[in-house]
């Protein structure tokens, strides 16, 4: 995901690739990343004589494996004493992407702007589609999920806003316009950013229960406040419209909190600030639409599996969000067990990156069925993961599912933080063993999402974005719609009961 937005390349009107997927062609995206993967795989590493021998100096991932280590981590799905009821029968997925668009302008290749649309579909897992005599139009898939994306435009570099001569002021404008036009299940962004705060840190959550964000420092330069230790704790603006600072009077936007605007640059790419935005969109979207699951019905919500392209994480500037994020849908699970029912279960798919291909090296060492927790130190040490208590609210497991695919998962923690290095890591100062929060007990949705894994098995792998990929197999509501045909299974289900 992080590619295709990093690539910022233009769509051009015929690409071959995409012909021969024509179900792919309504996808912005289009399979950028894997063409680009591919590319990366035929390096003339064999024939360069030069890199070859650099290389030598180097050792094959291969090297790094150690079956003792691993074993020690492995087990059966089927060994987990956690509740199998109620199955998963429906799952939400959202899968975004950016493209920075260049010569915004004709004939200024320089000026650009970027674009991002974020697909979501809602699928009934009850009403598989290739049963015979299921007819499916792949044009209507197609309208399902381009009329349920969310697309928003952020202005890119050598553009001149009309009111905002500074480029990087525009940017923070219109990231907040983006926030508060977007509307998720009768929520915009704003209003779900403004929910999630208060399970931020002590202060940022003070401020949200009193109806504000933090904003961490100034983003004027000039201004005494953009040191963010002068600011701290933070500058308070309403949560849902502009504020200004307090010392140099300057407009402050309730989304200058995420300070994705520290990324912008006015006369370069920003494929990195188009990314950022986008991925803290989409963990967004998913709990948004899981906030309306659980006011139309909250029985249909424990039945319901949230799947997210990539990791449970945020990277960057937005990083302190996770935090945010963790605690809000924490909070939405802990509700749904007041209420006796399951926890929905929140996944994060990592397709591509080196824990992936780290899973499909070792994949001889963890049979069909069996999962392999990801220890703090093979995560850092084998797996070269940094920043994990910073930027992770979910916890990396490798699952090697029924039909044979590889699984690189990442699941929400029942309570407290999914990573934590003081605790886990080696600390010298520290008696006794450390603190393990990879142990299984803490995540009582995985055994239910291990079976829907083996459920949806290659579904989820396909050359496709997630929803699009789900939608061939099983009946595809766009997330637009999601809310009447939630009335419509509640109705059912309610009318079920009577008899
Ligand atoms: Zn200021």
């Not at 063409?35 to 100096?57: D, F, Q, Y």
């Not at 705060?197 to 002590?202: D, F, P």
């Not at 407009?251 to 006369?267: G, H, K, N, V």
């Not at 995540?443 to 990929?469: E, F, H, V, W």
């Amino acid at each position: 995901m992080m590619m295709a937005a990093a690539l910022g390349r233009r769509r051009k009107p015929t690409n071959r690739k995409r012909d021969k997927m024509p179900y792919n062609s309504a996808s912005p995206r289009g399979n950028i990343r894997y063409e680009l993967a591919s590319k990366m795989g035929h390096l003339p590493t064999t024939t360069n004589t030069v890199i070859g021998e650099r290389l030598s100096l180097y050792k094959r991932p291969e090297t790094q494996f150690d079956a003792t280590q691993i074993k020690k981590l492995v087990s059966a799905a089927t060994d987990l004493q956690q509740p199998l009821t109620p199955e998963i029968q429906y799952v939400v997925a959202v899968d975004g992407s950016g493209h920075e668009v260049q010569e915004a302008f004709d004939r200024y290749p320089s000026t650009r702007v970027l674009y991002m649309q974020i697909a979501g579909i809602f699928i009934s897992l009850q009403n598989l589609l290739d049963q015979p005599g299921q007819f499916v139009d792949p044009a209507r898939i197609a309208d399902a999920i381009e009329s349920s994306v969310v697309s928003g435009f952020l202005p890119g570099s050598y553009l001149e806003h009309r009111d905002y001569s500074d480029p990087v002021v525009a940017f923070r404008a219109e990231m907040f316009e983006l926030f508060a036009q977007t509307e998720i299940q009768r929520r915009t962004l704003v209003q779900l950013l403004h929910e999630i705060a208060r399970y931020g840190l002590q202060e940022q959550s003070e401020a949200a229960l009193a109806g504000f964000q933090l904003v961490t420092k100034c983003p004027n330069k000039k201004c005494d406040l953009n040191d963010p230790k002068a600011a701290r704790p933070g500058i308070r603006v309403p949560w849902d419209r502009p504020g200004s600072c307090p010392k140099c009077t300057g407009i402050l936007w309730p989304t200058d909190t995420l300070r994705i605007w520290e990324a912008f640059q006015p006369d370069a790419s920003n494929g990195e600030a188009l990314g950022r935005t986008h991925q803290l969109i989409e963990h967004l979207v998913l709990f948004g639409v899981a906030l309306g699951f659980e006011e139309l019905s909250p029985k249909l919500l424990q039945q319901t599996a949230f799947i997210c392209d990539g990791d449970l994480a945020v990277f960057g500037q937005a990083a302190r969000f996770q935090r945010c994020l963790r605690g809000a849908w924490q909070a939405l699970a802990a509700r749904a067990k007041a209420k006796g029912h399951q926890p929905p279960a929140v996944i994060g798919v990592a397709k591509s990156g080196y824990p992936v291909e780290h899973l499909h090296g070792i994949r001889r060492f963890i049979e069909p069925q069996h999962m392999m927790r990801l220890s703090h130190g093979y995560m850092t040490e084998r797996l070269r993961v940094n920043s994990l208590d910073e930027t992770y609210f979910g916890r990396k497991l490798f699952y090697h599912a029924e039909d044979g695919q590889l699984l690189c998962i990442t699941i929400l923690p029942d309570a407290d933080v999914a990573y934590d290095t003081k605790r886990e890591g080696p600390n010298p100062k520290r008696q006794g063993p450390a603190d393990d929060l990879s142990r299984l007990e803490r995540y009582s949705t995985l055994q239910r999402t291990l079976a829907l894994l083996d459920r949806l098995g290659t579904r989820l792998y396909d050359d496709a974005l997630i929803p699009i990929s789900l939608a061939h197999h099983w009946a595809a509501y766009p997330l637009a719609n999601a809310e009447r045909i939630l009335r419509l299974l509640t109705e059912n289900a309610l009318g079920a009961n009577k008899h």
